[in-house]
């Protein structure tokens, strides 16, 4: 007789959406294209619906959500990023493909779009491609940043990327990290702070971030929202593996 052993029940929720548009959008050293790869990733094992991933991100040369093209392809993930002699520019490239995802609601499409309202402006320029209720814009807040190290610097920042972008914030996703020293009490704290920038503007904590080491040693109690468990894609130009432009991988 085979004996089959009941699968462990996961510690946390990964998150999940309804609206078939996720902009992630970040300041300069939020984790949010490290973010916005992992929770493709997730995404397209936790759901039966296509999930797409387009790179808008022209302020951060380093991290960028096009660097994992190969790895995401592997699992399913369709990605949207400029080709040829473009796929490393930081010009505003705005491709016909982004905007025709956008406004065919097939699946998910995930927005990574650059850290401050002047790499948001870009997503001005889709125009009326974004239908209310079609979208989420969700702001990835580590407190160990500069001007996201309080409340009213995170509002700030806030406002000016609606301001340029001619959308409004639905969510926050928090993301404190210090890289390699991150530890429990950094992602609780990160948590706790975030929950007050999403309480001053009457907004949900979609989701807490974290790498999978660090959440194995948070109580499942500790955190009552979705958790997306991080697995790092993204490296620093200096830590990438000398290939070609064309035969980059991850």
Request: with cysteine; aromatic share 6%; net charge neutral.
């Amino acid at each position: 007789m085979t004996v089959v052993m009941p699968t462990a029940k996961p510690r946390f929720h990964p998150p999940a959406f309804s609206r078939s548009i996720l902009i992630i959008v970040g300041g300069y050293g939020s984790g949010k294209s490290e973010v916005a790869v992992n929770l493709a990733q997730t995404l397209v094992t936790t759901q039966t619906a296509p999930v797409a991933i387009a790179d808008l991100d022209i302020v951060n040369p380093y991290f960028r959500s096009r660097e994992a093209e190969r790895a995401l392809e592997q699992m399913g993930v369709h990605t949207i990023n400029p080709r040829g002699g473009h796929f490393y520019a930081d010009l505003p490239i705005i491709l016909p493909e982004i905007k025709g995802s956008v406004q065919r609601h097939e699946g998910t499409v995930i927005l990574d779009v650059g850290g401050d309202d002047v790499g948001a402006r870009i997503l001005s320029s889709l125009g009326d491609a974004f239908e209310p209720g079609t979208f989420e814009l969700l702001l990835v807040h580590n407190a160990n940043r500069p001007f996201t190290a309080d409340v009213d610097g995170t509002l700030k920042m806030m406002t000016g990327i609606e301001t340029s972008c001619k959308l409004a914030f639905t969510g926050i996703i928090s993301n404190t990290h210090i890289m390699e020293q991150t530890d429990a009490a950094t992602v609780l704290e990160g948590l706790r702070k975030a929950r007050e920038v999403a309480a001053r503007r009457d907004l949900p904590v979609v989701f807490v971030a974290g790498v999978t080491e660090v959440l194995r040693t948070i109580p499942a109690s500790d955190i009552t929202i979705p958790v997306l468990e991080l697995q790092r894609n993204l490296l620093k130009p200096w830590e990438r593996p000398k290939l070609g432009k064309d035969q980059f991988k991850i």
